[in-house]
Antibody, heavy 121, light 108 residues
Framework: EVQLVQSGAEVKKPGESLRISCKGS????????INWVRQMPGKGLEWMGRIDPSDSYINYSPSFQGHVTISADKSISTAYLQWSSLKASDTAMYYC??????????????WGQGTLVTVSS | EIVMTQSPATLSVSPGERATLSCRAS??????LAWYQQKPGQAPRLLIY???TRATGIPARFSGSGSGTEFTLTISSLQSEDFAVYYC??????????FGQGTKVEIK
């Protein structure tokens, strides 16, 4: 069974750093992209970026470039999303989602359960 | 950036009735269009990819159509478990991949 299991909810203060994780199982982790998607409270879905775990090649959305860092450790089938200095506006649910490789196949077929990040002083 | 516009924002439907949701792209995305369902407190779930191919395990009452800039998701006979928010997603032109703002299907 394909599963993406994300780390638990976080409560942080502005200016703090944070790394959340997404662990894949039940499939070849290096054969699919891992994407990160933000959902702010009561709002829609926003694509943040993706990583190819086989070689850590990364694409960022222009809206998120420079604000977050995506990485992966293929030895433990885990992808990460991290912030060096959180802002209150980073409060949101963050999802990881798997996408097949290849042009025309970049839909998100499996999703993690989400990690709620709350940033408040 | 390709802008995806969904309509209507809210659709009120009685159980057993047909629901038709629309998604329009600001430029052609070919057939690289997916639909997701999201229920409160849950992650999105893939329903349709390639504009018209049902994902594994998705009931036949869900169907997708369209290409280029105009797409439709049809739920032929709404069941109680289908009341949710639906998002379209283009994966043809990036960066970035983009989503519509969502259509909420509610009980009439």
């Amino acid at each position: 069974e394909v599963q993406l299991v994300q780390s638990g909810a976080e409560v942080k203060k502005p200016g703090e750093s944070l790394r959340i994780s997404c662990k894949g199982s039940g499939y070849s982790f290096t054969s699919y992209w891992i994407n990160w998607v933000r959902q702010m409270p009561g709002k829609g879905l926003e694509w943040m970026g993706r990583i190819d775990p086989s070689d850590s090649y990364i694409n960022y959305s222009p809206s998120f470039q420079g604000h977050v860092t995506i990485s992966a450790d293929k030895s433990i089938s885990t992808a990460y999303l991290q912030w060096s200095s959180l802002k209150a506006s980073d409060t949101a649910m963050y999802y990881c989602a798997r996408a097949p490789r290849g042009d025309g196949y970049n839909y998100f077929d499996y999703w993690g359960q989400g990690t709620l990040v709350t940033v408040s002083s | 950036e390709i802008v995806m516009t969904q309509s209507p924002a809210t659709l009120s439907v009685s159980p057993g009735e047909r629901a038709t949701l629309s998604c329009r792209a600001s430029q052609s995305v070919s057939s690289n269009l997916a639909w997701y369902q999201q229920k409160p407190g849950q992650a999105p779930r893939l329903l349709i990819y390639g504009a018209s191919t049902r994902a594994t395990g998705i009931p036949a009452r869900f169907s997708g159509s369209g290409s280029g800039t105009e797409f439709t998701l049809t739920i032929s006979s709404l069941q109680s478990e289908d009341f949710a928010v639906y998002y379209c997603h283009q994966y043809n032109n990036w960066p970035p991949w983009t989503f519509g703002q969502g259509t909420k299907v509610e009980i009439k």
